[in-house]
């Protein structure tokens, strides 16, 4: 489930369950809402994400892309650093501010995934 909010200068994309290829059929229409709203700022709320894949990630790449084109930026709050990885793979990270203060109130647990080579994961 993917939630849209925003105030006069940010959209917040709250994500809940998976965001995989199995949700992909939503993702143009809430890209192309997300577009449309033309804010500065897109925070992407992951506190309640239990697992994304290639797709997701190609997914909030092309809003990180589409928001920077346009001169805007995109957060990533809450990212589990497995997800933070897939983007890492992608070659994408870049594209991100990583709000690394924020702590998420949910039940859900970060995996304890740590890089293949044991170094830290991206913050």
Do not use: N, W, Y
């Amino acid at each position: 489930m993917i939630e849209i909010s925003t105030s006069a200068t940010t959209t917040t994309l709250a994500i809940a369950g998976d965001l995989d290829l199995a949700e992909r059929d939503q993702f143009p229409e809430i890209a192309a809402r997300v577009v449309g709203l033309r804010r500065q700022l897109l925070v992407i709320d992951m506190c309640q994400v239990t697992f994304m894949d290639s797709t997701g990630a190609a997914f909030l790449i092309s809003l990180a892309d589409a928001g920077r084109k346009r001169g805007g930026a995109t957060v990533l709050r809450g990212a589990d650093p497995r997800d933070l990885f897939v983007i890492e793979i992608c070659g994408a990270l870049e594209l991100f501010r990583i709000d690394a203060e924020h702590h998420c109130e949910s039940g859900v647990s970060e995996s304890g995934f740590r890089h293949p080579d044991g170094a830290p994961t991206p913050a």
